[in-house]
Nanobody, 115 residues
Framework: VQVAESGGGLVQPGGSLRLSCATSGSISNLYAMSWYRQAPGNERDLVASINIEGITVYADSVKGRFTISRDNEKNTVYLQMSGLEPEDTAIYYC??????????WGQGTQVTVSS
């Protein structure tokens, strides 16, 4: 199973982007899919997560601006980002969390917020 992010790019402050995270096949023992981000010199931090029950969790810094959602039929999770700020600039990674199996990371997609 492979995990691939897409949708990153350059956007002006206040703009929007939608990130997608697709898996190459069905995933057994899935319990959550999450978005993390890592800016240069910083640790990789949780941005948002959605579990198999649809319960979502957000970092305080993105609440009200970002929305995580999923399409179970497509094995895809999305991150709709609006009101983007320069501080949101980072590489965004998708994590597929499984029970009793190694978690899966994507390769990341760059998001740059700049005028």
């Amino acid at each position: 199973v492979q995990v691939a992010e897409s949708g990153g790019g350059l956007v002006q402050p206040g703009g929007s982007l939608r990130l997608s995270c697709a898996t190459s096949g069905s995933i057994s023992n899935l319990y959550a899919m999450s978005w993390y981000r890592q800016a240069p010199g910083n640790e990789r931090d949780l941005v948002a997560s959605i579990n198999i029950e649809g319960i979502t969790v957000y970092a305080d810094s993105v609440k009200g601006r970002f929305t995580i959602s999923r399409d179970n039929e497509k094995n895809t999770v999305y991150l709709q980002m609006s009101g983007l700020e320069p501080e949101d600039t980072a590489i965004y990674y998708c994590l597929v969390a499984r029970t009793g199996a190694p978690h899966l990371w994507g390769q990341g997609t760059q998001v740059t917020v700049s005028s």
